[in-house]
């Protein structure tokens, strides 16, 4: 199947400093790839839809000037929180469609951040 | 209302128990009906799906869809120690888009 990566796994920040989050796919080339936040024992919460050589699609409450995204190429979506709060702290995942679509998604190992 | 609900739990069985997993959703529109699976601190992973109604089995597990009560199913039978996670329902399209998840029910099954 498809492999989605991020990196970093974990990371923890000061408040008020900023933290890029990577996500690829590895084996596939994926134009969307949608961006996650859940909470300890919560679901996963979309944030937004990055989209390849274009301007992501924010959901409706989420800062787009505090989490930034840039789909710069095929394989590869960064999520940027920028001036960290520790209200930020949680648990970022980002996934893909298959390549020429299709029903599911493929799901990046996750990012934990813990904003200090 | 939510358009996909689903008991968060925790729900515990003790091993070798039949588990039953149960989703309704509202919006009759997605064709596409996926239980994922996540493991603690893990990213969710496809478990199974179905298109349209009807039931499809993999091993122990079985996913029911009835589209005229919009009500998934997800039946875990000899359920192990191993299939301790939280399991998220989700309706969808083709495409990927705009996957809707359930809240995703914990599930504990006890050696």
């Known amino acids: 199947g498809a492999v989605v990566s991020q990196h970093p796994s974990r990371v923890i920040c000061k408040s008020g400093t900023s933290v890029k989050i990577e996500c690829r796919s590895l084996?596939?080339?994926?134009?969307?790839m949608f961006w996650y936040r859940q909470f300890p024992k919560q679901s996963l919460m979309l944030m937004a839809t990055s989209n390849e050589g274009s301007k992501a699609t924010y959901e409706q409450g989420v800062e787009k000037d505090k989490f930034l995204i840039n789909h710069a190429s095929l394989t590869l979506s960064t999520l940027t929180v920028t001036s960290a709060h520790p209200e930020d702290s949680s648990f970022y995942i980002c996934?893909?469609?298959?390549?020429?679509?299709?029903?599911?998604?493929?799901f990046g190992p996750g990012t934990r951040l813990t904003v200090t | 209302q939510k358009e996909v609900e689903q008991d968060p739990g925790p729900l515990s069985v003790p091993e070798g128990a039949i588990v039953s997993l149960n989703c309704t959703y509202s919006n009759s529109a997605f064709q596409y009906f996926m239980w994922y699976r996540q493991y603690s601190r893990k990213g969710p992973e496809l478990l199974m799906y179905t298109y349209s109604s009807g039931n499809k089995e993999d091993g122990r597990f079985t996913a029911q869809v009835d589209k005229s009560s919009k009500y998934i199913s997800l039946f875990i039978r000899d359920s192990q120690p191993s299939d301790s996670a939280t399991y998220l329902c989700?309706?969808?399209?083709?495409?990927?888009?705009?996957?809707?998840f359930g809240a995703g029910t914990r599930l504990f099954v006890k050696a």
């Open positions: 996934s893909a469609p298959p390549a020429g679509g299709g029903y599911e998604q493929y």
């Open positions: 989700a309706i969808g399209n083709t495409g990927g888009f705009k996957t809707i």
């Open positions: 084996d596939f080339q994926a134009t969307t």
